[in-house]
Protein backbone atom coordinates (compact mmCIF):
# COMPACT_ATOMS: atom_id res chain seq x y z
CA UNK A 1 0.00 0.00 0.00
CA UNK A 2 1.03 3.30 -0.30
CA UNK A 3 2.77 5.99 2.28
CA UNK A 4 -0.19 7.78 4.38
CA UNK A 5 -0.15 11.61 3.97
CA UNK A 6 1.81 13.00 7.02
CA UNK A 7 -0.20 16.24 8.25
CA UNK A 8 1.85 18.69 10.50
CA UNK A 9 -0.04 21.58 11.07
CA UNK A 10 -3.63 21.54 13.00
CA UNK A 11 -5.17 23.35 10.54
CA UNK A 12 -4.49 20.69 8.02
CA UNK A 13 -4.89 17.42 10.18
CA UNK A 14 -8.62 19.09 11.17
CA UNK A 15 -9.14 19.34 7.79
CA UNK A 16 -8.76 16.22 6.58
CA UNK A 17 -10.85 15.25 9.68
CA UNK A 18 -13.81 17.21 8.31
CA UNK A 19 -13.33 16.28 4.76
CA UNK A 20 -13.49 12.75 5.51
CA UNK A 21 -16.64 12.93 7.86
CA UNK A 22 -18.15 15.02 4.94
CA UNK A 23 -18.05 12.01 2.59
CA UNK A 24 -19.06 9.59 4.86
CA UNK A 25 -16.79 8.13 6.70
CA UNK A 26 -15.99 7.62 10.59
CA UNK A 27 -12.83 8.01 11.89
CA UNK A 28 -10.64 5.86 14.19
CA UNK A 29 -7.81 7.18 16.00
CA UNK A 30 -4.82 5.84 17.36
CA UNK A 31 -2.88 8.03 18.98
CA UNK A 32 1.15 6.94 19.48
CA UNK A 33 4.19 8.32 20.55
CA UNK A 34 5.98 6.46 17.68
CA UNK A 35 8.80 3.70 18.35
CA UNK A 36 6.02 1.91 16.43
CA UNK A 37 5.91 -1.72 17.01
CA UNK A 38 3.39 -4.84 16.91
CA UNK A 39 1.32 -3.70 19.57
CA UNK A 40 0.43 -0.13 17.84
CA UNK A 41 -0.17 -2.02 14.72
CA UNK A 42 -2.75 -3.97 16.82
CA UNK A 43 -4.76 -1.29 17.30
CA UNK A 44 -4.31 0.14 13.51
CA UNK A 45 -6.11 -3.01 12.38
CA UNK A 46 -8.43 -2.99 14.99
CA UNK A 47 -9.36 0.59 13.66
CA UNK A 48 -9.60 -0.34 9.96
CA UNK A 49 -11.83 -2.76 10.80
CA UNK A 50 -14.67 -0.49 12.28
CA UNK A 51 -13.69 2.65 10.22
CA UNK A 52 -13.40 3.85 6.64
CA UNK A 53 -10.44 6.56 7.97
CA UNK A 54 -7.60 5.54 10.07
CA UNK A 55 -5.35 8.23 11.62
CA UNK A 56 -2.40 7.48 13.34
CA UNK A 57 -0.62 10.37 15.49
CA UNK A 58 3.07 10.52 15.79
CA UNK A 59 4.26 12.89 18.55
CA UNK A 60 6.63 12.32 21.43
CA UNK A 61 4.85 14.57 23.61
CA UNK A 62 6.87 16.81 26.56
CA UNK A 63 4.55 17.18 29.40
CA UNK A 64 4.23 13.93 30.19
CA UNK A 65 7.55 13.16 31.57
CA UNK A 66 8.81 13.84 34.39
CA UNK A 67 12.27 15.77 35.41
CA UNK A 68 14.83 12.80 34.79
CA UNK A 69 12.74 10.76 33.13
CA UNK A 70 13.50 9.39 29.27
CA UNK A 71 11.53 12.09 27.43
CA UNK A 72 15.27 13.22 25.42
CA UNK A 73 16.30 9.23 24.71
CA UNK A 74 12.67 8.58 23.69
CA UNK A 75 13.04 6.21 20.67
CA UNK A 76 11.80 8.60 17.44
CA UNK A 77 12.02 7.29 13.68
CA UNK A 78 9.17 8.82 12.32
CA UNK A 79 11.04 7.20 8.66
CA UNK A 80 10.96 3.59 9.85
CA UNK A 81 7.01 4.40 11.34
CA UNK A 82 5.92 5.44 8.27
CA UNK A 83 7.15 2.46 6.24
CA UNK A 84 5.28 0.26 8.82
CA UNK A 85 2.03 1.80 8.52
CA UNK A 86 2.55 1.85 4.50
CA UNK A 87 1.27 -1.47 4.87
CA UNK A 88 -2.07 -0.77 6.29
CA UNK A 89 -5.14 1.30 5.02
CA UNK A 90 -3.98 4.31 7.22
CA UNK A 91 -5.32 7.66 5.52
CA UNK A 92 -3.33 10.25 7.63
CA UNK A 93 -0.07 10.70 10.19
CA UNK A 94 -0.71 13.30 12.20
CA UNK A 95 3.29 14.36 13.33
CA UNK A 96 2.49 17.83 14.52
CA UNK A 97 5.68 20.12 15.84
CA UNK A 98 5.93 21.12 19.69
CA UNK A 99 5.16 24.06 18.61
CA UNK A 100 1.92 23.61 17.08
CA UNK A 101 0.78 21.40 20.49
CA UNK A 102 2.41 23.89 23.11
CA UNK A 103 2.44 27.02 21.47
CA UNK A 104 4.03 30.25 23.07
CA UNK A 105 1.64 30.83 26.22
CA UNK A 106 0.02 27.70 26.37
CA UNK A 107 -1.57 27.30 30.13
CA UNK A 108 -4.54 25.19 29.89
CA UNK A 109 -4.35 21.67 31.52
CA UNK A 110 -6.90 18.78 32.50
CA UNK A 111 -6.44 18.40 36.10
CA UNK A 112 -7.03 14.66 36.87
CA UNK A 113 -8.93 13.13 39.69
CA UNK A 114 -8.90 10.13 41.95
CA UNK A 115 -8.06 7.27 39.02
CA UNK A 116 -4.69 8.83 38.21
CA UNK A 117 -3.34 9.10 42.08
CA UNK A 118 -1.89 5.82 42.66
CA UNK A 119 0.66 3.82 41.13
CA UNK A 120 1.74 4.99 38.16
CA UNK A 121 0.45 8.59 39.21
CA UNK A 122 2.44 8.50 42.31
CA UNK A 123 5.41 7.22 40.86
CA UNK A 124 5.22 9.81 38.15
CA UNK A 125 3.98 13.10 39.34
CA UNK A 126 2.63 15.07 36.70
CA UNK A 127 2.52 12.10 33.78
CA UNK A 128 -1.26 11.83 33.42
CA UNK A 129 -2.26 15.26 33.51
CA UNK A 130 0.22 15.56 30.63
CA UNK A 131 -1.57 12.55 29.30
CA UNK A 132 -4.92 13.86 29.54
CA UNK A 133 -4.46 16.91 27.95
CA UNK A 134 -2.60 16.18 24.95
CA UNK A 135 -4.93 13.07 24.48
CA UNK A 136 -7.82 15.93 24.79
CA UNK A 137 -6.24 18.29 22.69
CA UNK A 138 -5.72 15.12 20.22
CA UNK A 139 -9.33 14.70 20.14
CA UNK A 140 -10.08 17.86 19.31
CA UNK A 141 -7.84 18.40 16.49
CA UNK A 142 -8.48 14.88 14.61
CA UNK A 143 -12.17 14.56 15.95
CA UNK A 144 -12.47 10.78 16.00
CA UNK A 145 -15.54 8.94 16.24
CA UNK A 146 -13.57 6.02 17.78
CA UNK A 147 -10.31 5.57 19.39
CA UNK A 148 -7.79 2.90 20.45
CA UNK A 149 -5.73 2.24 22.66
CA UNK A 150 -3.45 -0.67 24.35
CA UNK A 151 -4.48 -2.28 27.52
CA UNK A 152 -0.84 -2.59 28.60
CA UNK A 153 -0.76 0.94 29.60
CA UNK A 154 -3.99 0.13 31.66
CA UNK A 155 -3.97 2.77 34.23
CA UNK A 156 -3.88 5.35 31.20
CA UNK A 157 -6.91 3.78 29.38
CA UNK A 158 -8.84 4.18 32.64
CA UNK A 159 -7.92 7.72 32.65
CA UNK A 160 -8.62 8.14 29.39
CA UNK A 161 -12.03 6.56 29.65
CA UNK A 162 -12.92 9.09 32.89
CA UNK A 163 -11.53 11.71 31.31
CA UNK A 164 -14.45 11.07 28.15
CA UNK A 165 -17.17 10.47 30.54
CA UNK A 166 -16.43 13.11 32.65
CA UNK A 167 -16.29 15.66 29.57
CA UNK A 168 -18.51 14.01 27.37
CA UNK A 169 -16.29 13.68 24.61
CA UNK A 170 -17.94 12.76 21.35
CA UNK A 171 -15.64 9.67 21.18
CA UNK A 172 -15.95 5.75 21.84
CA UNK A 173 -12.50 4.55 23.92
CA UNK A 174 -12.03 1.23 22.39
CA UNK A 175 -9.73 -1.42 24.59
CA UNK A 176 -7.41 -3.55 23.03
CA UNK A 177 -5.40 -6.62 24.36
CA UNK A 178 -1.07 -6.39 24.99
CA UNK A 179 0.64 -7.72 22.38
CA UNK A 180 3.19 -9.79 23.88
CA UNK A 181 6.75 -10.83 21.97
CA UNK A 182 6.75 -14.86 21.78
CA UNK A 183 8.25 -15.71 25.16
CA UNK A 184 5.63 -13.28 26.97
CA UNK A 185 7.25 -9.78 27.48
CA UNK A 186 5.23 -7.19 26.26
CA UNK A 187 5.58 -5.18 23.63
CA UNK A 188 6.80 -1.51 24.23
CA UNK A 189 8.55 1.03 22.77
CA UNK A 190 11.43 1.09 25.60
CA UNK A 191 12.20 -2.87 25.26
CA UNK A 192 14.15 -1.20 22.59
CA UNK A 193 16.55 0.18 25.99
CA UNK A 194 17.04 -3.44 27.10
CA UNK A 195 20.55 -5.03 26.66
CA UNK A 196 20.65 -8.69 25.58
CA UNK A 197 20.43 -9.56 29.44
CA UNK A 198 18.15 -7.32 30.50
CA UNK A 199 15.72 -8.24 28.16
CA UNK A 200 16.38 -11.90 29.25
CA UNK A 201 15.43 -11.05 32.67
CA UNK A 202 12.19 -8.44 31.95
CA UNK A 203 10.12 -11.99 31.14
CA UNK A 204 10.30 -12.14 35.29
CA UNK A 205 7.36 -9.31 34.97
CA UNK A 206 5.25 -11.81 32.36
CA UNK A 207 6.06 -14.54 34.86
CA UNK A 208 4.85 -13.32 37.80
CA UNK A 209 1.74 -12.61 36.49
CA UNK A 210 1.37 -15.99 35.17
CA UNK A 211 2.21 -17.37 39.11
CA UNK A 212 -0.23 -15.14 40.36
CA UNK A 213 -2.65 -16.97 38.05
CA UNK A 214 -1.38 -20.18 38.91
CA UNK A 215 -1.49 -19.65 42.78
CA UNK A 216 -5.29 -18.45 42.59
CA UNK A 217 -5.72 -21.73 40.23
CA UNK A 218 -4.45 -23.95 42.97
CA UNK A 219 -7.07 -22.03 45.44
CA UNK A 220 -5.07 -19.52 46.69
CA UNK A 221 -7.25 -16.24 47.40
CA UNK A 222 -5.17 -13.83 49.58
CA UNK A 223 -3.54 -11.02 47.73
CA UNK A 224 -1.23 -10.82 50.02
CA UNK A 225 0.84 -13.98 49.89
CA UNK A 226 0.06 -13.67 46.25
CA UNK A 227 1.68 -10.41 45.48
CA UNK A 228 4.76 -11.77 48.30
CA UNK A 229 5.22 -14.50 46.17
CA UNK A 230 4.97 -12.47 43.15
CA UNK A 231 7.62 -9.85 44.54
CA UNK A 232 9.85 -13.21 45.36
CA UNK A 233 9.92 -14.16 41.73
CA UNK A 234 10.78 -10.53 40.35
CA UNK A 235 13.46 -10.31 42.43
CA UNK A 236 15.77 -13.08 41.51
CA UNK A 237 16.67 -10.52 38.99
CA UNK A 238 19.26 -9.23 42.10
CA UNK A 239 18.95 -6.08 39.90
CA UNK A 240 15.46 -5.30 39.51
CA UNK A 241 13.93 -2.67 41.18
CA UNK A 242 10.01 -3.37 41.84
CA UNK A 243 7.98 0.12 42.06
CA UNK A 244 5.09 -1.63 42.74
CA UNK A 245 3.19 -4.95 42.12
CA UNK A 246 -0.15 -5.23 43.22
CA UNK A 247 -3.37 -6.75 42.52
CA UNK A 248 -6.64 -4.52 42.11
CA UNK A 249 -9.72 -3.97 41.32
CA UNK A 250 -10.33 -3.63 37.44
CA UNK A 251 -12.45 -0.33 37.96
CA UNK A 252 -11.03 1.55 40.43
CA UNK A 253 -7.28 0.16 40.77
CA UNK A 254 -7.86 0.27 44.51
CA UNK A 255 -5.90 -2.63 45.87
CA UNK A 256 -7.79 -5.53 47.26
CA UNK A 257 -7.48 -8.03 50.11
CA UNK A 258 -8.76 -11.20 48.23
CA UNK A 259 -9.14 -13.03 44.78
CA UNK A 260 -12.77 -13.63 44.44
CA UNK A 261 -13.94 -12.04 41.53
CA UNK A 262 -11.51 -10.91 38.65
CA UNK A 263 -8.89 -8.45 39.87
CA UNK A 264 -5.87 -7.01 37.62
CA UNK A 265 -2.52 -7.56 38.82
CA UNK A 266 -0.44 -4.73 37.72
CA UNK A 267 3.47 -4.17 38.39
CA UNK A 268 5.97 -1.84 37.65
CA UNK A 269 9.72 -2.70 37.33
CA UNK A 270 13.04 -1.30 36.99
CA UNK A 271 15.66 -3.08 35.24
CA UNK A 272 18.91 -1.28 34.79
CA UNK A 273 17.75 2.25 33.11
CA UNK A 274 14.89 0.58 31.73
CA UNK A 275 11.23 1.52 33.70
CA UNK A 276 8.92 -1.57 32.28
CA UNK A 277 4.95 -1.76 33.13
CA UNK A 278 2.56 -4.83 32.63
CA UNK A 279 -0.66 -5.73 33.68
CA UNK A 280 -2.91 -9.13 33.35
CA UNK A 281 -6.37 -10.37 34.49
CA UNK A 282 -6.28 -12.71 37.41
CA UNK A 283 -9.11 -14.75 37.05
CA UNK A 284 -10.51 -17.10 40.79
CA UNK A 285 -11.57 -20.42 40.35
CA UNK A 286 -14.99 -20.38 38.55
CA UNK A 287 -16.00 -23.91 40.03
O1 LIG B 1 0.30 5.65 25.11
C1 LIG B 1 0.97 6.53 24.53
O2 LIG B 1 1.72 6.27 23.61
C2 LIG B 1 0.82 7.99 24.96
O3 LIG B 1 0.67 8.08 26.33
C3 LIG B 1 -0.31 8.73 24.22
C4 LIG B 1 -1.66 8.13 24.52
C5 LIG B 1 -0.05 8.69 22.72
C6 LIG B 1 -0.34 10.20 24.66
O4 LIG B 1 0.87 10.84 24.40
Not at 139 to 156: H, M, R, S
Request: proline content about 6%.
Amino acid sequence: MAMPLVLRSVKEMRAYSRSAKQSGSRIGFVPTMGALHRGHLSLVEAAMKECETVVVSIYVNPTQFGRGEDFDRYPRNLEGDLNLLADYRVGAVFAPLDSEMYPEGFDTWVQVGRIAQPWEGTCRPGHFRGVATVVLKLFAIVEPDLAYFGEKDYQQLLVVRQMVRDLNLPVEIRACPTVREPDGLAMSSRNQYLSPDERRDALVLFQSQQLAQELVDRGEVDAAKITQAMREHILRVPYAKIDYVALVEPETLQEVTTVTRPVRAILAVRLGGTRLIDNMEIKPKTS
